[in-house]
């Protein structure tokens, strides 16, 4: 087989997998609609969004829907007075869906706990009055070291609705970079747990939260409240400690939700921080539930008997805006799952799809890679008919574990809608909806009002099916408002880089039919012999092999090409590694992509390291 000299066609996939007839005709918006959205989005896009935030409350009207005067310090909905939880909760329980399923909860061991919106509208409010007991009022910062848990969603939800800043700090993070995150935020409250069910195991919260306040990083915290989980004992410092269940047994049912201006922050959120220092991203009430309202409806078409499951954690971007915040804006059940998804066995997200009927599934590559490794096998012993919609997000999903959910998983009768976002965006921007024509790998096209393309360094937009950088083009509500103690980032580096436009740290490119294809972080690209190549597209190859579950692959120097690639693999279950394997992988590599692709070693591992949002950690192989 002959390869070109370049590596113009990586990636190059052939395989189209259109909607089915059904899914058309039961669309909430199907192509026609979504077209028109798309046009008038480019033709009026403050007049699109506009008629997006309609479909919420307001306490008071808007004077201006988008605010350019200090660009690129961009304000949405100003002079707009709003609060997010107010249309999460109390707008549903003045209709039908008061008694309806908010949230469904199942703990590792098995227990459970379900919510209707009464329910959750209780629970949040009784949270609320003991926060303002506790002193924390609007504009206050609040640290959750929280697990997938119950009183994570009322913490959140909480916070805000006093006008408190909540700040998630994954639970799998130690009490270093805990005492790092209370020293810069400065809380007044954190809010932990005893411990929570991982894997088999029971992880000590409580005693990290101890370690990190040793000799009091922040001068602001006067409390910290403990949800009481996993039954551990822990130590109780009667001078700041309480737990969560004595702060609200006495409490009313009743609480204000605080008036917020639209531009008020909501929360505070760190990007994983893969490569350099995480940052700290902050979003506002307006903007970002205008976002993820909308993108939560239009992505996923929304239906009454909807079950929502994001597998996502609380602790990043996705869990705030599709396992939290969207469900609940959009009148939903969402689910949440404590524990591991190996635990006991390799079925376990399976079984929790069977047994809550959940309808759309929404997962990390990372995650359906990892149960690839099992084969159809555990699948195939649960009824997962209940699906209709599969989605991913996270990182590149390569065109393999595409097409493995896509049979699999959703018995090929499923959508695999493959979204691209990050947390600087705070909603999703490029994505199929479940009437979109799909091609395994690919993130199609950007969603109403989203003006996103291909560019080289100087902003000049790329030919077709060439590598470049993925740029924004117009502002959109749900985007970040600030970076916190750093916000000349914002002007030199998200919208500097490449003047007028957000550079967004990832390389793309667009194929002859303009659908976009995520090739990876600009700073995770091999150049090899004076060829780009994003890491992403040898990953893409390796898990392409058969035996392959996950790949990572990082550039190492050399002294004849410059730069060739280092690959770590993961193999499929009941595989063995050996020379031959490597040598095999090698070819293949060179096979797929061409000979110009040099991959000096493979080393296999048991299981690659993870940052909290799911993705593979490179800096820890380097």
Known sequence: MEHPDTLDNLLHEERVFRPLPQMIIEAGINPHDLNAAKEFAASNPEGYWEEAADELGWFKKWDKVLDETDAPFYRWYTGARCNIVYNALDRHIETVNKNRLALIWEGEPGDQKQFTYYDLYRAVNRFSNALRSLGVGKGDHVVLYMPQLPETVVSMLACARIGAVHSLVFS???????????????????????????????????????????????????????????NVEVVMDSSRDYWYADLVRHEKTQAAAEIMDAND??????????????????????????????????VFDLKPTDIFWCSADPGWITGHSYMVYGPLLAGTTTVMYEGHALYPQADRLWHIISKYGVTIFYTSPTQIRTLMRFGPKYPNQHDLSSLRILGAVGEPFNPEAWIWLHKNIGRGQCPVLDTWWQTEAGMIMISPTPVSVLKPGSVTKPLPGIEADVVDSCGEPVPAGKGGLLVIRRP?????????????LIRKHYWGRIPGMFYAGDVARKDEDGYFWIQGRADDVLNISGHRIGTAELESALTGHPDVAEAVVIGVPDKIKGQVAKAFVTLNHGVSPSDDLSR???????????????????????????????????????
């Open 172 to 230: 799998g993070f130690s009490a270093r970079l805990l005492r790092e995150r209370i020293k810069e935020i400065q809380p007044k409250v954190v809010i932990t747990a005893d411990g929570f069910y991982r894997n088999g195991q029971v992880v000590r919260l409580k005693e990290e939260v101890d370690r990190a306040l040793i000799d009091n990083p922040a001068d602001s915290l006067e409390s910290v409240v403990v949800v009481h989980r996993a």
């Open 265 to 298: 922050p909501l929360f505070l959120l760190y990007t994983s921080g893969t490569t350099g220092k995480s940052k700290g991203i902050v979003h506002n009430h307006g903007g970002y539930m205008v976002g993820v309202h909308r993108t939560f409806n239009m």
């Open 476 to 488: 959109w509500p749900g985007m970040m408002s600030s970076v916190y103690k750093d916000n000349e």
């Open 584 to 622: 095999a992988l090698k070819e293949h590599i060179q096979r797929e992509l061409g000979p110009v692709v040099i991959v000096k070693s493979i080393e296999f591992k048991d299981e690659l390291p993870k940052t909290s949002s799911g993705k593979i950690e490179r800096s820890s192989l380097c």
